[in-house]
């Protein structure tokens, strides 16, 4: 397990408006994500009650799920998004070839950065998929707004990259 130190000098909580998120394979993020959702997990409540105590009942863990989570991102020429939600379900692609099995799962790296732009947090999510995408928005010639498209993907758990060391912040002498 990693050995953590810890920054003296900083007071200030990270702000949540500088992260990147990389895809497996990639060494540069994904371009122009402009919102992750929260990585949720919850672990069922299993209740039962021994015989002979009818007066109190115990708790103790059941299942946990991993919600999904949203990324979304100005509409462009990228096609990212939709070339990964083509390899959960082509339309057209044919009987027996609308699901790319041997890689429509992929992991994903979620980064969070200090001001200075220098990770301090880092999310492994795992066996990721696509379950919903949206490639456009709702269309409106009244609006003055950016059109964003977004994904849904599904995962099988998450884990804090114990190996990322709190950067040593820069000052100016």
């Known amino acids: 397990m990693a050995q953590f130190t810890v920054n003296q000098q900083r007071f200030d909580p990270y702000k949540n408006f500088k992260f990147r998120v ?4 990639q060494t540069t993020s994904v371009a122009g994500i402009s919102k992750v959702s929260a990585l949720k997990r919850t672990t069922e409540v299993v209740e039962h009650r021994e015989g002979g105590d009818p007066s109190s009942g115990r708790k103790s863990p059941g299942r946990t799920k991993y919600e999904p989570v949203t990324l979304e991102r100005g509409v462009t020429h990228d096609k990212e998004f939709e070339l990964w939600a083509k390899k959960v379900w082509n339309f057209g692609g044919g009987a027996g070839a609308e699901v790319s099995l041997k890689d429509f799962r992929r992991n994903i790296i979620i980064e969070l950065q200090n001001e200075a732009g220098q990770p301090v947090l880092r999310y492994k999510v795992y066996r990721c998929w696509v379950s919903e995408f949206q490639s456009l928005p709702d ?34 002498e």
Do not use: S
């Open 139 to 172: 269309l409106d010639a009244n609006a003055n707004a950016v059109a964003i498209q977004h994904i849904k993907i599904e995962n099988e758990g998450w884990e804090r990259d114990e190996d990322l060391q709190e950067p040593t912040e820069p000052t100016f």
């Open 22 to 25: 990389y895809w497996e394979g």
